[in-house]
């Protein structure tokens, strides 16, 4: 089992910057992948980053590429999304997940965060 906590979330205005942070435990991580995903009220889960954790391998929804990074502390066992250039449309509560594969994928996670919101006003 791996236990995954978020934090990091909050309102800012747009054009601002957040960083979320998920911290991982009762695994070592070095053969998963891990995710954020996000969901906006009315809308499905969706895809944003993911970082295998051993090769460090990096892979971006479209809509935030360019603005996003997903990065990760080892020694922490944390990963972190530092969201730069924030836009109404990225408001959405994000969760961390991890994958039991260090092969990248933007589906089939296996274990889930409980999600911290992110709120862009304009």
């Known amino acids: 089992q791996v236990q995954l906590v978020e934090s990091g979330g909050g309102s800012v205005q747009t054009g601002g910057s957040l960083r979320l942070s998920c911290a991982a435990s009762g695994r070592t991580l070095s053969s998963y992948t891990m995710g954020w995903f996000r969901q906006a009220p009315g809308k499905e889960r969706e895809f944003v980053a993911a970082?295998?954790?051993?090769?460090?391998?990096?892979a971006y929804a479209d809509s935030v590429k360019g603005r996003f990074t997903i990065s990760r502390n080892n020694a922490k066992n944390t990963v972190y999304l530092q969201m730069n250039s924030l836009a109404p449309e990225d408001t959405a509560v994000y969760y961390c997940?991890?994958?039991?594969?260090?092969?990248?994928?933007?589906?089939?996670?296996?274990?889930w965060g409980q999600g911290t919101q992110v709120t862009v006003s304009s």
């Open positions: 970082i295998s954790w051993a090769s460090g391998s990096t």
């Open positions: 997940a991890a994958r039991t594969s260090a092969s990248i994928s933007r589906v089939r996670y296996d274990y």
